[in-house]
Nanobody, 118 residues
């Protein structure tokens, strides 16, 4: 059974930090590129960051460059999103996605809520 389980979300003040985790099971994690998306209320789901299978290449949305860092540990079947200098506009549900073959085959997690508010 394929599962992606996100954790680490919560309520944080502006300027604070959070680290999201996404633990994968039921498939060969190291064969998949991994991505983090987010969806704010009333908005579309947007790509935040991506990382290749080996972790050698990462990419970020302009809105999070310099503040967020994606990483992975293939031995632990886990992808992370370190978020710093958080802003209220970062408030959203954050999802991880496993992709192969240009995402023609993919898996999604259930999401974790991040709220940035004073």
């Amino acid at each position: 059974q394929v599962q992606l389980v996100e954790s680490g979300g919560g309520l944080v003040q502006p300027g604070g930090s959070l680290r999201l985790s996404c633990v994968a099971s039921g498939f060969i994690f190291s064969n998949y590129g991994m991505r983090w998306y987010r969806q704010a209320p009333g908005k579309e789901r947007d790509l935040v960051a991506g990382i290749t299978r080996s972790g050698g290449i990462t990419n970020y949305a302009d809105s999070v460059k310099g503040r967020f860092t994606i990483s992975r540990d293939n031995a632990k079947n886990t992808v992370y999103l370190q978020m710093t200098s958080l802003k209220p506009e970062d408030t959203a549900v954050y999802y991880c996605r496993a992709c192969i073959r240009a995402c023609l085959s993919d898996y999604w997690g259930q999401g974790t809520q991040v709220t940035v508010s004073s």
